[in-house]
């Protein structure tokens, strides 16, 4: 058997088309969404991801400010930045860039961020609101993946899901979403005893762990839709995933590829966000 791809690029395209024309009704009553996006430091990972969401936002037609500031940054001026863009009514949601350098607690950073801007969906009043099933912004990786699955017209309610990787920005947001589409949920990490014998059982399963080869063929129950958050790089330098995609492929029912996959769809959702905060304003 061989999988289905989900292609994270084609429904990426077809979101933002949509993103595109909500931004061209919104400019027309005036007001053009706008994202604000601050870099510390020169970690080449996170300039190309911040290149990647500066441009979305010109595909889109958005507003978007990037600042960059060197790793001497002291954390109260960075916290004073934040509170200028909370208080600049041009910009409707504020992404400061992680990891942060060392010297700077991230989490006091992200607090900072107005929950009303907060389109990174990480501040624990965003992560309150998903656990409580209120209105709030969602992390854009984990609503990717819920995305994809509905582009498959994937019926969640009864199924089993297992996430593998417990991170505040993927693994734990992941499973509440899966949770509150009726999924039972399994979180497994680095202490799950056998993580084969959950896979096993799993009709969903979602790596997202940072690692090569987490999940192989052998894992994978036939027929099971596998999505993949993992950026990693193999020994030839080439981007790859969690998942032994050549194996599990030969396995799966459904499967999202690196890249392609989850990546693109991250920005999309970042786009959705800072779009809805926008549109909430103008309500
Ligand atoms: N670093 C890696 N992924 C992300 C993300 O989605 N948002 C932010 N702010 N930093 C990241």
Redesign the pocket.
């Known amino acids: 058997m061989t999988a289905q791809l989900i292609d994270g690029n084609a429904l990426s395209k077809q979101l933002r088309t949509d993103v595109s024309a909500r931004v061209t009704a919104l400019k027309a009553r005036g007001i053009t969404p706008g994202l604000a996006v601050i870099l510390v430091g020169d970690n080449p990972?996170?300039q190309v991801?911040v290149r990647n969401k500066v441009k979305a936002c010109e595909d889109t037609g958005m507003h978007s400010v990037l600042e960059t500031w060197p790793v001497t940054m002291t954390e109260a001026e960075l916290l004073a930045r934040v509170d200028a863009m909370n208080r600049d009514p041009s910009i409707h949601g504020i992404?400061?860039?992680?990891?942060l350098p060392a010297h700077m607690n991230a989490q006091r950073v992200i607090e900072a961020i107005s929950p009303e801007k907060d389109v990174?969906g990480?501040h624990i009043a965003s992560a309150g609101a998903l656990m409580t099933g209120l209105p709030g912004f969602w992390?854009?990786?984990p609503y990717g993946c819920m995305k994809m699955l509905e582009s498959i017209g994937y019926e969640l309610k009864g199924k089993h899901a297992v996430v593998i990787g417990r991170s505040n920005?993927v693994g734990k947001p992941m499973a509440m979403m899966l949770l509150q589409q009726n999924a039972t949920v399994t979180i497994c990490h680095s202490a799950t005893k056998d993580l084969k014998a959950m896979t096993l059982q799993a009709d969903v399963i979602v790596a997202a762990v940072g690692k090569r080869n987490v999940l192989t063929a052998d894992m994978v129950k036939p027929g099971a839709v596998v999505l993949d958050v993992g950026m990693n790089r193999n020994d030839e330098g080439k981007l790859c995933g969690d998942v032994d995609f050549a194996s599990v492929k030969e396995v799966a029912g459904w499967i999202t590829p690196v890249p392609g996959g989850v990546g693109p769809m991250?920005i999309t959702m970042?786009m959705v966000n800072t779009l809805e905060s926008a549109e909430r304003r103008a309500a």
């Open positions: 990972a996170s991801y992404l400061v860039q992680l990891p990174d990480f992390p854009c990786t920005i991250t970042l």
